[in-house]
C-alpha cells in the first residue's frame, strides 16, 4: 500500500516553474514533520525542504528563494512549488513524513516513491 504519493514532476525548461503535490492515501491526524527530498543521478539524497506541524519551514540553501513548500490540511497535502529552476535542480523528488499518524496507520517515517523532474531545453 501506497502511503505518500507524489505528483507534479516532468520536463521543463530552464527558468520555468513546477509544483509537486504529495497526498496522504488517508487523512492525517498528526505529523511531526513533512517534506521534500531529491536524488539525482549519482548523487545522494539530500533535504530540500520541510515543514513541520506548526507551520515553520526550512529550505537547502541551493532553493532558497526560489522553492517553496505549504501544506493543506483540509486536502491531507504537502506542496513543493518550485520556481526559477536550474539544471542542477533534476533530480527524483521524494515525499517524507516524519512520526506521522492517519488513517493510515502510525509511522515513525514514511516516503513516497518518488516523482522525477527534468531541467532542460
Known amino acids: 500500500q501506497v502511503q505518500l504519493v507524489e505528483s507534479g514532476g516532468g520536463l521543463v525548461q530552464p527558468g520555468g516553474s513546477l509544483r509537486l503535490s504529495c497526498a496522504a492515501s488517508?487523512?492525517?491526524?498528526?505529523?511531526?514533520?513533512m517534506g521534500w527530498s531529491r536524488q539525482a543521478p549519482g548523487k545522494e539524497r539530500e533535504l530540500v525542504a520541510a515543514?513541520?506541524?506548526?507551520?515553520?519551514?526550512n529550505y537547502a540553501d541551493s532553493v532558497k528563494g526560489r522553492f517553496t513548500i505549504s501544506n493543506d490540511n483540509a486536502k491531507n497535502t504537502v506542496y513543493l512549488q518550485m520556481n526559477t529552476l536550474k539544471p542542477d535542480d533534476t533530480a527524483v523528488y521524494y515525499c517524507?513524513?516524519?512520526?506521522?499518524?492517519?488513517?493510515?496507520?502510525?509511522?515513525?517515517?514514511?516516503w513516497g516513491q518518488g516523482t522525477l523532474v527534468t531541467v532542460s531545453s
Open positions: 517524507y513524513a516524519d512520526s506521522i499518524v492517519g488513517t493510515f496507520g502510525s509511522y515513525r517515517a514514511l
Open positions: 488517508g487523512t492525517i491526524f498528526s505529523f511531526n514533520v
Open positions: 515543514i513541520t506541524s506548526g507551520g515553520s519551514t
